[in-house]
Structure formats: C-alpha cells, structure tokens
C-alpha cells in the first residue's frame, strides 16, 4: 500500500509483488497441514476475541457443506483497519479466503461488509471480478478440480451484526441479534446452522504471509507470544492519528508519543482507550511504561479488542465522553435482553444529568447499581447477564471514570454543571 498508493487495489499490482503465491501453495496442502501451520505461526484472531485462529479452524465440526464468513461489519468506534485493507489491498483478503476455504474444506464464502463502507465494497467486488476471470475462483481454481464461490454482502448498519452469531442472522435475513451460546458456536451450527468459520478481514489478510513465508517467519516478525504484525488505529487527540501496523510488546508510551507524534496543542495526556470502545480506560500514572500485549493488558484490567487506541488529552470532559461511548451503545442495542435493553438507556440518562448539572450524590452509586446488572461484580474480563458482551460494553466507561476520575465526576455534581464549559 507503501509502495504503490494508487493502484495497489489491483490484482496487476498484487501479482507484481508476489501476490496469490500461498494461494498456490495452499492447494497442494490437506486441511490438517494448514491448520496446524497456522496453528504454529501463532495467528491470533484480529476482530477483538483475541483467539487462536489456527484453533478456530480445529473447532469446525465433520458435518458438510461448511461456510466462511469473513467479517468486515467494522462498527467499533474509534476502529478503520479493516477499511484501508478492504479499500486498498483487496486482494490479499481474497487470497487469505481461499486458503482459509481450503483448509475448512469451505466451497461457499462470504463477505459481510459495513453498509456504510461504500468504496471499500466496490473495490472489494472489482477485485473478486478480477479473480474471477484469472481463474483463482469459482470452478477448477489454480487449476486444480475445486471450486469456490465468494459473495459480498452489505450490512445494514447495525454495529450488533459485528457480533459473529447476529451476523449469521443477518445473513439469513433475520434479525440482526445474537443467538445463545451454547448451542449456537458458529462452527457447530452456524450458517444454514451448519458448521461455520467467521474471521475478520484482518486475520485472513495475514495468511498469504504465513503460507509463502511459513510459521517461523511469522512467528520472528513480533512479540514471542503475540506473533506477526497488528493494525493499530490511532484516534483522538494526538498529532498524528492513523493506522499503523506494529509489532506487540513495544509501550503504550512508544505508540503514543512516538508513533502517534504525542499530544495536540502541547496538551497533557488524560486517558486512553486501548482497545475499542468496549474496552475499559488507562490513564497514564499507571499504565503508559505498560507493554503491549494481549496479557499485560487484560492483567492491567482492559484487552487490546480490536486495535482501537482512542486518546484523549485534558481538555477532555471524561463524564462528557462516557456519556457519548454509553449513548452509542444504548443506540444499537438490539433490545433482546432486558439488562442491556433498559440498562443502557438508564446508564447514558444518569450520566446525561450529571453532565447537565442535574446530577445528585447518589447517582455515582446508582451508575455502578444499573451497570452492575447488566455484569455482575463489575468485574474484568466482564461477566454478564445478556446474550452478547454488548450490554457489559457500555459498562465499561462508567467503572472507568468512577475509578480514575470521581473527583470529576463529583465536581459536576457540587458545581451544578460541567466544569468544562
């Protein structure tokens, strides 16, 4: 993308740069060879779980036809990874899914893509045009006797259908709401209720590295543990924000101050959220020398999700930006579940009226009551009393700011009104 800024989207680029060579080196390769080499490269999934893709793949129940659906519903605040592939290397998806169809004996696959992502979409649909005609899907690809159909389909904006079961339903044409696990794991019944594969766009993208490279290579690129490279998207109040694409373990110092050029304006970092809006807040006395990876920063009390860094200076009124995350969050429930159904609401009206200067003292107590019914115990990694983690989502801005920021918080109360304006 680096290299060719205006044409990398092109399988003529692609190809002139070594592109579809897995692809290739996939087909001679049976289901067992390829799970267990991604299984050794350490590919851990990039839509936010943070699972072993290789392991995934072992999931896959024997019952057939199975589905690949590859998830580009990219709803997450604060994350747009999976844009700039989809826009700009469409290619090195569609080879990441013909591996990935290889190695689940797949022969239908999807593309579920945000509705609102209308040039990625088209590039995307260019792209498969082009695979199409050079042979590389459909019947007989590569040359060889298999078959493989890839359809894109366009959400319709509902940021539950980033969930892998609501997406299922969604592609089904039901209703954009998850179903209950057990007995709903996609690779058990998934699709059609048939056995399913759903990986993000980012995940199979990094594939085509794997195969033609192999696990050892990948495995050198990063972190011990945490392997390969990883998309961070940088937003807020940062001097230079964007997408970059890292190795884990270096800090959050590093990718704050040095890859993301440090605060605006000369202004003092406040918090960030480090992985998504789901994900609960740092702030920098305690976490900003943290390395980053997926165990210090569930230890630290918070998960790296989907590579979202939103950061936030002290300019920033954090009941304002609660309010804003928990809104967001109240707006796309699916309304299934009565915890996040009504929870959600009463969390973004209590933190509204604070914000507004109608707030009480017994409304920072009352915020933790609400949220703690929707997961129980407040605890980290969340449990819940919904289907999906959407409802424990909107609690985590609200266990952030009364941990870190309750002096704040109460300053808007006792002073009638946000101290902000």
């Not at 002139?16 to 490269?41: F, P």
């Not at 350490?42 to 839509?47: D, T, Y």
Request: one cysteine or more; proline letters at 6%; a negative charge.
């Amino acid at each position: 993308m680096i290299e060719h800024p205006s044409d990398s989207h092109t399988l003529e680029t692609y190809e002139a740069t070594g592109g579809y060579a897995g692809a290739r080196k996939a087909m001679d390769m049976t289901r067992d060879e390829l799970v267990e080499l991604v299984k050794s490269s350490g590919l851990i999934g990039r839509g936010g779980a943070g699972f072993s893709a290789g392991l995934k793949w072992s999931f896959l129940a024997p019952a057939r036809p199975a589905y690949l659906i590859v998830n580009g519903d990219e709803s997450e605040p604060g994350t747009f990874k999976d844009r700039q592939l989809l826009e700009r290397d469409p290619h090195q998806m569609i080879e990441g899914i013909v591996i990935t169809a290889v190695a689940n004996e797949v022969h239908e696959a999807f593309i579920y893509i945000r509705g609102e992502y209308p040039l990625p979409a088209r590039r995307v649909q260019r792209a498969l045009a082009e695979a199409y005609a050079k042979g590389y899907l459909g019947k007989g690809i590569f040359g060889t006797d298999y078959e493989l159909e890839v359809t894109v389909h366009l959400g319709g904006g509902a940021y539950i259908c980033g969930e892998e079961t609501a997406l299922i339903n969604s592609l089904e044409g039901r209703r954009g709401e998850p179903r209950i696990k057990p007995p709903y794991f996609p690779a058990a019944k998934g699709l059609y209720m048939m056995p399913t594969i759903v990986n993000n766009v980012e995940t199979v993208s990094n594939l085509p590295y794997i195969l033609e490279h192999g696990a050892d290579a990948y495995r050198a690129l990063g972190h011990d543990v945490d392997t390969g490279t990883f998309l961070f998207s940088v937003s807020g109040h940062v001097n230079r924000p964007g997408n970059y694409e890292l190795p884990h373990g270096i800090t959050w110092r590093d990718l704050i101050f040095d890859v993301a050029g440090g605060i605006r304006a000369g202004n003092e970092l406040k918090t960030w959220i480090p992985g998504g809006a789901s994900a609960p807040w740092f702030v920098p006395s305690q976490h900003l020398d943290d390395e980053i990876t997926k165990d210090a920063c569930g230890k630290a009390g918070s998960m790296l999700g989907s590579g979202a860094v939103i950061v936030m200076d002290d300019t920033t009124c954090v009941v304002r930006a609660a309010e804003r995350v928990v809104r967001f969050f109240a707006h796309e429930s699916c309304g299934q579940c009565t915890p996040c159904r009504e929870g959600t609401t009463w969390e973004e009206m209590i933190l509204r009226r604070i914000e507004e200067g109608a707030g009480r003292e017994v409304d920072t107590d009352l915020l933790l009551d609400v949220a703690d019914n929707i997961s129980p115990g407040l605890l980290w990694p969340p449990k819940m009393t919904t289907i999906c983690p959407l409802g424990p989502s909107s609690v985590s801005p609200i266990t952030s700011i009364t941990r870190y920021f309750k002096d704040e918080v109460m300053a808007h109360i006792h002073g009638g009104g946000c101290p902000f304006d």
